[in-house]
């Protein structure tokens, strides 16, 4: 029997799952592999779900071996796509949460707790409620511990996604040069550095209200939204915008969208400090991609990933 009859008659929606995760786990049968591969290759849709499902798994470190579990107990029961990719998101939350590590500079003085991201690679930060915060390079945070608790405030200089634990009795109010955000409980991105005339704010979930500092003007937010301020012209931009990357960011999964694959390398080169190249002389250059990976894998890791998304063989050196 062909792999293409094969793949028509046993492969559904369903049972994929399972392939995927045994091929994962290094556990699946070469018939397992050749179905997986033209699953694979059959659609877009299906590169782009195998390609998050496998940078999630990245993510899950140790606890791989739990999903593994839970899948083969399932027995012949249809596991659907949801189910798989809900289990790897909460083992790669546990994962992130119980791994979590400063890399930049982190000082305090005075109850003032203050934290630097002086790398390249970006720094996710938990304040004492349990808000995780990831702080990209250049930027700075500092928020005073001994009183946090009861004032929930956060000075912000740079760029940072936030995922703020709720509370409905004390707002969480995030200080930037430009702009103030207050927030309940939600997810968004803030980028506001103080040497730059713009101030930008993205919401994926739940509610913010934007002011102004040292104004009254004050734009309430929804979720999808970005609002950029304009220091010169004392404008307020508001789009609708894919907020995907941030529900990603949550899980320490780095999406970048709308990129080249030299955008990709570059980007790749810069953290990791190896020179990355292709082997192809007909790549091309021009071609867009989403593509995701987990901030905490190695970067044979991410270049394999690369790989299947782009089709192109790449070299580390």
């Given at each position: 029997?062909?792999?293409?009859?094969?793949?028509?008659?046993?492969?559904?929606?369903?049972?994929?799952?399972?392939?995927?995760?045994?091929?994962?786990?290094?556990?699946?049968?070469?018939?397992?592999?050749?179905?997986l591969l033209e699953w694979i290759s059959s659609s877009r849709e299906n590169l782009n779900y195998f390609s998050e499902i496998k940078a999630v798994w990245y993510a899950t470190g140790q606890y791989r071996t739990e999903l593994q579990d839970k899948m083969k107990n399932a027995g012949t029961r249809p596991v659907g796509r949801r189910t798989l990719s809900r289990a790897l998101y909460s083992l790669a939350a546990i994962a992130l949460i119980l791994s979590a590590a400063f890399l930049g500079f982190r000082t305090a003085g005075r109850n003032t707790v203050t934290v630097e991201n002086v790398n390249s690679k970006t720094e996710r930060v938990v304040l004492p409620d349990g808000t995780a915060i990831w702080l990209y390079e250049g930027s700075r945070l500092s928020y005073n511990e001994k009183r946090y608790d009861d004032r929930r405030k956060v000075k912000l200089s740079g760029e940072a996604d936030l995922d703020v634990a709720s509370n409905k009795l004390r707002p969480f109010v995030l200080t930037c040069p430009k702009i103030t955000v207050k927030v309940l409980g939600t997810v968004f991105n803030v980028k506001d550095y103080p040497d730059r005339a713009d101030a930008q704010t993205t919401l994926a979930e739940g509610a913010v209200e934007l002011t102004l500092n040292r104004s009254s003007n004050k734009v309430s937010m929804?979720?999808?939204?970005?609002?950029?301020?304009?220091?010169?012209?004392?404008?307020?931009?508001?789009?609708?915008?894919?907020?995907?990357?941030?529900?990603?960011?949550?899980?320490?999964?780095?999406?970048?969208?709308?990129?080249?694959?030299?955008?990709?390398?570059?980007?790749?080169?810069?953290?990791?400090?190896?020179?990355?190249?292709?082997?192809?002389?007909?790549?091309?250059?021009?071609k867009r991609y989403v593509f995701n990976y987990p901030e905490n894998a190695g970067l044979e890791d991410i270049i394999s990933l690369l790989e299947v998304v782009t089709s192109t063989e790449i070299e580390i050196e």
């Open positions: 029997m062909s792999v293409n009859n094969i793949v028509d008659k046993e492969v559904k929606p369903e049972y994929i799952d399972k392939i995927i995760v045994s091929h994962l786990g290094g556990n699946s049968s070469e018939t397992d592999d050749m179905l929804r979720e999808g939204q970005r609002v950029t301020y304009d220091q010169h012209t004392k404008d307020f931009k508001i789009e609708e915008v894919n907020t995907s990357r941030l529900s990603l960011r949550r899980l320490g999964i780095i999406s970048l969208e709308d990129v080249t694959i030299n955008d990709i390398v570059f980007r790749l080169q810069n953290e990791f400090g190896r020179h990355v190249y292709f082997t192809e002389p007909d790549v091309d250059l021009k």
